[in-house]
């Protein structure tokens, strides 16, 4: 299958959470959606030599890596980094409003500078092989969508960019920390839908607030390409991630809680022989049943016990042991 058709779902990049132990969990729950890194900064591989930040395993493809960074040249080469690790994909963060992220001139300010993105894209372009896409908002401040997106857009696609994947809200770069931007400018989802029609032959991914399965397939039939989840992939992965395979690529079955944390197992068996902490993966574990019976103590045995000495699979395996504990007595009172 074409990366592009992989992108049709796909987890959005978010920092501290979609690591690899992240990208591991949500690969048990959907063996097509596309993932992605959290962002890595272009002068973090390229002048820190920070070349730890790229490691995956294989078994997390198709993984896309994103990068964060406004310097065409280093940007070409934290892209060739991310090429020789064996990444499907580069793209570009031009979403993200941190403060720390603005005083590097990069992320969500770019969107006022589309010439300079546009020059970071062709640069990243000829250095690799693999597609270069771009994730973006819709604008910036007092920008007036309607009107910079497509310009934005037209500038991204001339210079190589494959895809987009557009966060369908402004970012208020004063006044807001990143988190209240990811929720109080309004979503605009009929501008999004828009740009499909200025732009037919471009992939489009929307992105920002879709909580379902339902709402996805509703974006996808209503003529846009790809639909990108972040939060709810995150909090309540299995309802959200478990029955994307048949549903949206027409292969394979609906993924359970129970299945994933079975598939887990070894991964998790390497990762603790190898002297690193359950928690470190438990952590992205926790709302496996959200919405289930069992849910609270799931969380609960696994924040309070994962992070002790010698906590290993066979925590997971009690904790999973109350879980359908608490599954067969809703089914006897139910
Ligand atoms: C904890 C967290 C970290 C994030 N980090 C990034 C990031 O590194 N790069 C990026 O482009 N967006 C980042 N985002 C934004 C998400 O990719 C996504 O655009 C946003 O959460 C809206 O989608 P949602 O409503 O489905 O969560 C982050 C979001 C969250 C919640």
Same mark, same amino acid.
């Given at each position: 299958?074409?990366?592009? +058709?992989?992108?049709? @779902?796909?987890?959005?990049?978010?920092?501290?959470?979609? %690591?690899?132990?992240?990208?591991?969990?949500?690969?048990?729950?959907?063996?097509?959606?596309?993932?992605?890194?959290?962002?890595?900064?272009?002068?973090?591989?390229? &002048?820190?030599?920070?070349?730890?930040?790229?490691?995956?395993?294989?078994?997390?493809?198709?993984?896309?890596?994103?990068?964060? *960074?406004?310097?065409?040249?280093?940007?070409?080469?934290?892209?060739? @980094?991310?090429?020789?690790?064996?990444? /499907?994909?580069?793209?570009?963060?031009?979403?993200?409003?941190? %403060? &720390?992220? +603005?005083?590097?001139?990069?992320?969500?300010?770019?969107?006022?500078?589309?010439?300079?993105?546009?020059?970071?894209?062709?640069?990243? /372009?000829?250095?690799?092989?693999?597609?270069?896409?771009?994730?973006?908002?819709?604008?910036? !401040? !007092? +920008?007036?969508? %309607? #009107?910079?997106?497509? #310009?934005?857009?037209?500038?991204?696609?001339?210079?190589?960019?494959?895809?987009?994947?557009?966060?369908?809200?402004?970012?208020?770069? +004063?006044?807001?920390?990143?988190?209240?931007?990811?929720?109080?400018?309004?979503?605009?989802?009929?501008?999004?839908?828009?740009?499909? #029609?200025?732009?037919?032959?471009?992939?489009?991914?929307?992105?920002?607030?879709?909580?379902?399965?339902?709402?996805?397939?509703?974006?996808?039939?209503?003529?846009?390409? *790809?639909?990108?989840?972040?939060?709810?992939?995150?909090?309540?992965?299995?309802?959200?991630? *478990?029955?994307? %395979?048949?549903?949206?690529?027409?292969?394979?079955?609906?993924?359970?809680? #129970?299945?994933?944390?079975?598939?887990?197992?070894?991964?998790?068996?390497?990762?603790?022989?190898?002297?690193?902490?359950?928690?470190?993966?438990? &952590?992205?574990?926790?709302?496996?049943?959200?919405? /289930?019976?069992?849910?609270?103590?799931?969380? &609960?045995?696994?924040?309070?016990?994962?992070?002790?000495?010698?906590? *290993?699979?066979?925590?997971?395996?009690?904790?999973?042991?109350?879980? /359908?504990?608490?599954?067969?007595?809703?089914?006897?009172?139910?």
């Amino acid at each position: 299958m074409q990366i592009n +058709q992989h992108a049709k @779902l796909s987890i959005a990049p978010m920092m501290d959470w979609t %690591d690899r132990h992240c990208r591991m969990v949500h690969r048990q729950l959907t063996h097509q959606s596309l993932l992605y890194t959290e962002m890595v900064t272009s002068a973090a591989l390229v &002048r820190g030599g920070a070349l730890h930040l790229l490691a995956f395993s294989p078994d997390e493809h198709p993984v896309a890596l994103q990068l964060g *960074g406004s310097d065409p040249k280093e940007l070409a080469q934290a892209a060739m @980094l991310g090429q020789t690790a064996g990444y /499907r994909e580069i793209n570009l963060n031009v979403g993200c409003p941190s %403060d &720390r992220v +603005q005083s590097g001139c990069f992320g969500a300010v770019l969107m006022e500078n589309p010439g300079l993105v546009a020059d970071c894209v062709s640069a990243m /372009r000829e250095a690799v092989d693999i597609p270069v896409t771009v994730k973006c908002r819709i604008g910036v !401040d !007092d +920008q007036n969508p %309607d #009107e910079v997106l497509p #310009e934005f857009l037209a500038r991204i696609v001339a210079a190589g960019c494959e895809r987009v994947s557009i966060h369908a809200r402004k970012a208020w770069l +004063q006044g807001l920390s990143p988190k209240e931007n990811r929720d109080i400018p309004p979503l605009d989802y009929p501008l999004v839908l828009r740009m499909k #029609e200025y732009f037919p032959n471009l992939h489009i991914s929307i992105n920002g607030g879709i909580t379902s399965l339902e709402q996805a397939v509703g974006f996808l039939e209503a003529g846009l390409d *790809g639909v990108m989840i972040g939060r709810a992939a995150y909090h309540t992965p299995t309802d959200v991630l *478990g029955a994307v %395979d048949p549903v949206i690529f027409g292969t394979g079955k609906v993924v359970t809680g #129970e299945e994933a944390v079975h598939a887990m197992l070894p991964y998790i068996e390497a990762h603790v022989t190898g002297g690193g902490r359950l928690a470190q993966i438990t &952590r992205h574990m926790l709302g496996l049943f959200a919405n /289930r019976p069992g849910a609270r103590v799931w969380r &609960r045995m696994l924040s309070e016990g994962a992070h002790l000495p010698n906590a *290993g699979p066979a925590l997971v395996l009690d904790a999973l042991a109350q879980v /359908r504990h608490h599954q067969e007595l809703a089914q006897q009172s139910g």
